[in-house]
């Protein structure tokens, strides 16, 4: 699992999606990833689900519905754009979830 990945699908959601009534799914996350140049072009959607799997885990979104690959997602709560003081990067959390830095370098408590 590649942690950059998480960190872009989440700046993703936070500038795209940030609406907890607004759906939307892994295949327009895909598509908005494929347009960063920091992305793995090689990587298909099935590469990402354990991305996806991890987002949910940690609580920033929830499965709604699944047709075969696409998973459609809502997010729990508001997404918030933190700058983590230990390793000065940007990360976006929901509201509720653990104030922990996603880096996976870091782990800073915030």
């Keep these: 699992m590649t942690n950059s990945n998480i960190l872009q699908i989440r700046k993703i959601i936070?500038?795209?999606?940030n609406e907890i009534d607004l759906?939307?799914?892994n295949d327009e996350i895909y598509e908005l990833?494929?347009?960063n140049d920091n992305?793995?072009?090689?990587?298909?959607?099935?590469?990402l689900a354990n991305d996806f799997k991890k987002?949910?885990?940690d609580g920033l979104v929830r499965c709604i519905?699944?047709?075969?690959t696409t998973q459609w997602?809502?997010?729990f709560d508001d997404v918030e754009k933190i700058n983590c003081?230990?390793?000065?990067?940007e990360i976006y959390l929901g509201k509720e979830e653990s104030r922990v830095c996603p880096v996976s370098d870091c782990n800073a408590s915030l």
Excluded: G, M, V, Y
Excluded at 85 to 89: A, D, L
């Design 23 to 25: 759906r939307f799914n």
């Design 33 to 35: 990833l494929k347009k």
């Design 85 to 89: 003081p230990s390793c000065n990067s």
């Design 65 to 68: 519905a699944q047709n075969f």
């Design 73 to 75: 997602f809502k997010i």
């Design 14 to 17: 936070f500038e795209n999606f």
């Design 55 to 57: 987002i949910e885990d």
């Design 39 to 47: 992305f793995d072009q090689s990587q298909t959607i099935d590469d």
